[in-house]
């Protein structure tokens, strides 16, 4: 399998498993976010192009499925890509605290990035309210699943390497 199919069989794999089962363990309505643990993991290992690209494809992913306003999510996760991708060069690969614990920074901007975009759309919500009841349940769970995910960009990011340097 090529370089490109290698990714797209992760992130297809990472979008059916946020799609159809994590549904299941959502608490109120919110379950993790996936993609953003994707673009986030591939923008600290493969530098701000490839976060960027990350983010437009898996963006363009949840826009298409939630029927919500077409790009949205896909500005908001290429900003996060590009941001996180700034900082590939500072840290070393071998690491996983960091990109971890980076997965509530991007979580954070990117519920602060679609409420904007919200807001400027001319919807009216309570920020308070929807910070307790919907950030801090996603915080949670995109710390739980950011290991695993990160784990597993990794792994694929050393078969990439690999075919490179041969």
């Known amino acids: 399998m090529n370089h490109y199919g290698r990714v797209a ?11 159809s089962l994590l549904p299941f363990a959502a608490y109120h309505g919110i379950s993790p976010n996936l993609m953003l643990l994707l673009t986030v993991s591939a923008a600290f290992l493969r530098g701000p192009r490839d976060g960027i690209m990350m983010g437009f ?23 996060i890509g590009l941001f996180f991708g700034r900082f590939s060069n500072r840290v070393f690969r071998e690491q996983f605290f ?18 904007l975009l919200m807001v400027l759309l001319g919807y009216r919500f309570n920020p308070v309210s929807s910070m307790q ?7 949670i769970y995109q710390l739980a699943f950011a290991y695993p995910v990160h784990r597993l960009t990794y792994a694929l990011d050393q078969k990439l390497r690999e075919k490179e340097q041969h």
């Open 9 to 19: 069989a992760v992130v297809l794999g990472l979008y059916v498993l946020q799609t």
């Open 57 to 79: 494809v898996t963006g363009l992913l949840q826009d298409l499925s939630t029927g919500t306003f077409l790009g949205t999510n896909t500005l908001a996760q290429m900003l």
């Open 98 to 115: 960091l990109p971890v614990l980076a997965s509530v920074p991007a979580m954070a901007a990117d519920y602060f990035i679609l409420a």
């Open 133 to 139: 009841t919907m950030l801090l349940p996603m915080l």
